[in-house]
């Protein structure tokens, strides 16, 4: 058990990032709504994240160059630049969500003002971030126990809430697919698969040293942290629809997505979730932001490693810039949260076109190049996405037109 733990690590940073306040208020949001509907979008969101993920570990056990430096060498400077700006863009926007999410749980906690928590935790993910000697180390260990732990919370809350079972297994059936759903899918899709966390999973398997010998563990890490993203998506939604749904209570606030820890914490939830989600907030906040800041210091051409002066430079830039958007945003910030996860989307077509090519580039992968079945997988990801930055782009031109 111990040697199993200590080969994880990537999966456990990718699960991390993607396991943001926002996706805590998208399923806690859609359970309340929708109860159990929606259950089935998470199993096709991660089998797509699960093959690019894959993708990722594919690429980074066999090649010592980064992904984006062998799109550069592929097919040109232009298509890394374009994927590295659409890698931080969609950062940028979970940024913006990140410092929400810290703001209302850290105002659940200690009853200060929301805004008033970007402006301490962002300089904090900034010392971490050009100060710690081995940051791969830092991020993999803490990142590791803040999943555990939410694991085993929303887990033991389940148990008490006791959900229908059969009402359970229908959400499983995409009963609910319409048109007038599909932001509810969009948003949902983004909870779990996130492209640029995807493609980031080649410089993680790099930067914690694995080679050729070491892709079955590198496969393994990436599968059992995928799964447990969406186990948790899964068990938020569940308990969510549980606890709220029968009792017509619709999430609107931080208060409201508490009332579903009831069963476990009683008069604490609101605490005991207020911690969670600054939790959960913060190492989204500081890995995405490396992960935005990395993808386009690379894409530039301008360096890779964490420890590369451009890629601090750039994710301090992510980190300022979703605490600036976040301390100076007024309106309703559970909206806000769904959203900016949503509008995640948009960015990303580019990036699984990318990893498509290069997976399947004989010449670079050699023997470890996308069979039949990981490609069919990777289209059907591809088609999922893109359909959902369709809708999003429909949806954006129609509220255009309507200021």
Not at 87 to 104: D, E, M, R, T, W
Not at 232 to 242: D, K, R
Request: charged letters at 10%; hydrophobic letters at 55%.
């Amino acid at each position: 058990m111990k040697k199993f733990f200590k080969s994880l690590g990537p999966g456990f940073i990718i699960a991390s990032v993607v396991l943001g306040p926002g996706s805590i208020t998208v399923a806690s949001r859609i359970g309340s709504e929708h109860g159990y509907s929606f259950l089935w979008v998470i199993i096709f969101a991660a089998i797509s994240m699960m093959i690019y993920t894959s993708m990722g570990v594919r690429f980074g056990v066999s090649n010592d160059k980064s992904i984006l430096q062998t799109i550069a060498d592929n097919y040109g400077r232009w298509f890394s630049v374009v994927i590295g700006i659409s890698a931080f863009l969609a950062a940028s926007s979970f940024q913006f969500g990140n410092n929400l999410g810290v703001g209302i749980g850290m105002q659940g906690i200690t009853g200060i003002d929301e805004r008033v928590w970007p402006f301490i935790f962002t300089p904090l993910a900034i010392v971490l971030l050009f100060w710690a000697k081995n940051l791969y180390k830092v991020l993999e260990k803490l990142m590791m126990a803040l999943v555990m732990i939410m694991i085993l919370a929303f887990f033991f809350n389940l148990v008490l809430t006791k959900p229908d079972g059969g009402d359970l297994a229908k959400g499983f059936l995409p009963l609910t697919l319409e048109m007038g759903n599909l932001d509810i899918v969009a948003a949902l899709v983004a909870t779990t698969f996130v492209l640029h966390g995807a493609i980031y999973q080649s410089y993680l398997a790099q930067n914690k040293g694995w080679g050729i010998s070491n892709l079955k563990r590198g496969l393994s890490d990436t599968y059992m942290g995928i799964f447990f993203l969406a186990l948790i998506s899964f068990l938020i939604i569940v308990t969510s629809a549980a606890a709220l749904h029968p009792a017509g209570i619709t999430v609107n606030s931080a208060a409201d997505m508490a009332l579903q820890l009831e069963s476990l914490f009683g008069s604490y939830a609101k605490i005991v979730f207020s911690i969670g989600l600054c939790a959960a907030a913060f190492s989204s906040l500081m890995v995405n932001a490396v992960m935005g800041g990395g993808l386009l210091s690379d894409g530039l051409g301008l360096g890779r490693s964490m420890n590369d002066k451009m890629p601090k430079i750039f994710t301090t830039v992510a980190l300022l810039l979703g605490m600036i958007i976040a301390v100076f945003f007024r309106g309703d910030v559970i909206y806000a949260l769904i959203l900016a996860q949503a509008s995640s989307i948009f960015a990303v077509p580019l990036i699984a076109l990318g990893m498509f090519l290069i997976l399947n580039n004989k010449k670079v992968m050699g023997k470890f190049k996308n069979n039949a079945w990981q490609n069919f997988l990777a289209i059907f990801g591809f088609i999922l996405i893109s359909m959902m930055v369709y809708f999003m782009y429909s949806r954006l031109i129609g509220f255009l037109n309507t200021v």
